[in-house]
């Protein structure tokens, strides 16, 4: 496991540990990142060591690196620490690449180490290493974890994970635990009160790990109405993306405490916080009649939860029709709005250094930025002449029709005919030019995932740790995103940032559907159909994306990518090989699926960003709510 970092040969021990200056190295930490900010000090050290000759305090400092580079996944009690990285078969550090020896150090030291987070991670590893267990490691490590601060920025920088395994510990330890689970359910609530406003969303955030392990139900009524009220200040402040989310996790505690009532009063103001982001929408200097019918349509999905039993108090009925009235209005008139993101071209013959630098030292919504915009997507146009030109050039590749397609199963699932040699095109031979345009669009994808997208991610990767809550957050303010689809959306995204792109492709391709059906309705498409027994079906992603509507929403070049990645045969086809089952392990990592993931960031990121630039162009315009 050494890989050459210091001799194979070197043993370590307790007063090795004593003189290895572990707290020299934690006191220069410039900027606190929790274990990122471990895993950079203890590496930058290890290295200074081996180059001073130090090879004892070089491994016992590689050792703190490599366990302070696994990821913590606090849902799985089995495997709560992943590598960090993952990729073209290699991958970090992980528990079973750490030896005996090294576990025995670990054990031995472990008491005098006065770090929390290096001590948690130390207990928590001899626990899930040694064998018999000694609880008393558990016990440890639940005390370590704990003790690091319930404040905003300790939570986004890993406080949130230490305090889930914590939990996750002391309720797999039930008795052992002895009053550790109620001290931190006590712990969890006082903080809970304590925030403000100027906490941001660490309300909701403590409040969901209450819910989440199921405590503080005896306290359900006082967290439904801390809630409601920083909802309140954030509505009154203008900041309706942080009020929304305390009015719906109010409304979830006031339902869980039996309240409907107040339930369905939270559900009220969380539907007219969209209604305010419209009508701001409409109404301002520039305006955009996108955004609002989105926000409309999102009103009207949320005031449609409440109860049948709450509707007559709150004109719940009458509300969504004047509503739909709006969406209408503003679905019309956000046609003219459509249009294709552009974003500057790149020099292709540095295309993988350029990737780097382009994402290399940047704050992290500026290098997510550069990363969604490496490549501009694909241009039809350029596509169509280029194909006819090479067809042109040389006619006999194209003059048989003897070209198909096949499944990996066997089957043919699409045939090219042979085109003819006039000068001018005819409309058959169109049909021949579009599969042309997709074999061009596939060498095109290739290129861009090996030489754009992989390097710049694998940078991201190593200076930035962004978790699932930030891409469901992105998803969340995005207005090309469906209303109630931001976890899944947010979940495929942060899935592909894993590199789990199994995952990806499970989740992101039917939202993908989703969400083109959605922005087809809100344009006036009709997306489904009546059988013979007169059973409405909704359509499916090639026949949506075959009706003339998906250009003008989508534009030509992004309803082509779409059409070509997801539900075209000449192309990978992934949502039909996916719904029926074709999808090999290996065809969700292929090229086309890395661009997929991509291509969703993508939208979704630029979508959000445009929409905040749009409320930066307007004076007085609503707080921006960066994820």
Known sequence: ?????????????????????????????????????????????????????????????????????????????????????????????????????????????????????????????????????????????????????????????????CWKRALSLARMLKAGAGDRLTEMEAAIFDAFLAATSADGFLGVWLADLLETYGLGRDKGSSIAQKLEFLAQSFDGMGDLHRAREYFSASAEWFKRNGDESKAASMIVALSEGWVKEAVFQCSSENPSHMLAATFYENAIQTYRTIPRSERAAYRVDERIIELRSHLNDSGEKSLAEMGVISTPGIDLTQLIENSREAVRGKPLVEALKAFVNLHTGAKVDQLRKDALKRMRQFPLQSFFSSTMVMSPDGRVIAKKSGMGLDIESTSDDEANIYPEMIRDYGILVNIVVRGDIWPALEVLLLEHRLREADFIGLAGQSPIVPKGRERLFGKALFSGFDRDFVSVLHLLIPQIEHMVRIHLKQAGAKTSNLDKDGIENENGLSTLMDMPEAKQVFGEDLAFELKALFCDAFGPNLRNALAHGLLEEDDCYSEFAIYAWWLGLRLIFNTWWNAAAQKDANPGAMEDNVP
């Open 1 to 161: 496991m050494n890989k050459d970092r210091y001799p194979a040969n070197v043993e370590i021990s307790y007063n090795d540990f004593l003189n290895c200056k572990w707290k020299d190295i934690l006191s220069n930490i410039p900027d606190w990142q929790g274990y990122l900010s471990l895993w950079r000090a203890f590496s930058s050290g290890s290295r200074q060591a081996t180059e001073e000759g130090e090879s004892v305090r070089a491994k016992i400092l590689w050792l703190f690196a490599d366990i302070c580079s696994m990821a913590l996944s606090p849902k799985s009690l089995n495997e709560p620490f992943k590598p960090f990285m993952e990729m073209e078969g290699r991958r970090s550090v992980i528990p079973d690449d750490l030896l005996d020896a090294d576990i025995e150090f670990l054990a031995d030291i472990v008491e005098f180490v006065d770090d929390n987070w290096l001590k948690a991670r130390i207990a928590d590893l001899v626990w899930l290493k040694s064998s018999p267990r000694n609880v008393k490691f558990a016990q440890l490590a639940i005390d370590s974890y704990r003790s690091i601060s319930l404040d905003t920025e300790t939570w986004i920088r890993g406080g949130c994970e």
